[in-house]
């Protein structure tokens, strides 16, 4: 894949639509099964001009404390300071820093993920889901993306080791975003 240097023309801005975004995550559980989660209220922006994509400029911000996986007392923990540790640390953010390959088909984001105060560079892969107006006159795109972080990178090392060997909570989170984006009409 290349990475394209060309100067933007003039970026096109876009927000978010939080009413179609979504941001999940899947860990193991006890090394037998897989407990999955998501997040609400995600927030952002993105800006790029669509002849140089390496013009991008994406900033994403995600409240920990809307962390749900269905569980109540579940999710508490995972806002405690064994975790996200949402009184101090009340949101995670991803800003993109480029892109990698065809923002119009599949391609590669690469960008800072914070939690906890902590930024580690971050690989998602992305599939562009289409382009469309709404009946309203605006411009909508669609993306789904999928990649995976190490928890213990991000100071999340809350575990408890098993009698009958590994941990409680298995390192690797898998995530996976589906996000539809929104231009209103000029």
Known sequence: M???????????????DTAHA???????HLMISTVKGRFAD??????????HP???????????ATVDTRVAQRDQHLRSAD???????????FTGRRVEGDIAGQFKLVGDLTIRGVSREVVL???????????WGNERLGFSATG????????????????TGGVLVG????????????????
């Open 42 to 51: 995600i927030s952002g922006s993105v800006s790029y001009d669509p002849e």
């Open 22 to 28: 979504d941001v999940e995550f899947a860990v193991r």
């Open 125 to 135: 892969d992305v599939t562009a889901e289409g382009a469309t107006s709404d009946p």
């Open 83 to 93: 975790f996200f540790d949402a009184a101090n640390y009340p949101v995670m953010t």
């Open 54 to 64: 390496a013009s991008l400029e994406l900033s994403v911000t995600v409240p920990v």
């Open 171 to 186: 390192e690797q989170v898998r995530i996976s975003i589906n996000v539809e984006l929104k231009r209103p009409r000029e």
């Open 2 to 16: 290349s990475q394209e240097t060309l100067a933007p023309a003039a970026l096109v801005p876009w927000q978010i």
């Open 148 to 163: 995976a972080i190490n928890r213990g990178d991000f100071g999340l090392t809350y575990n408890q080791a098993l009698e």
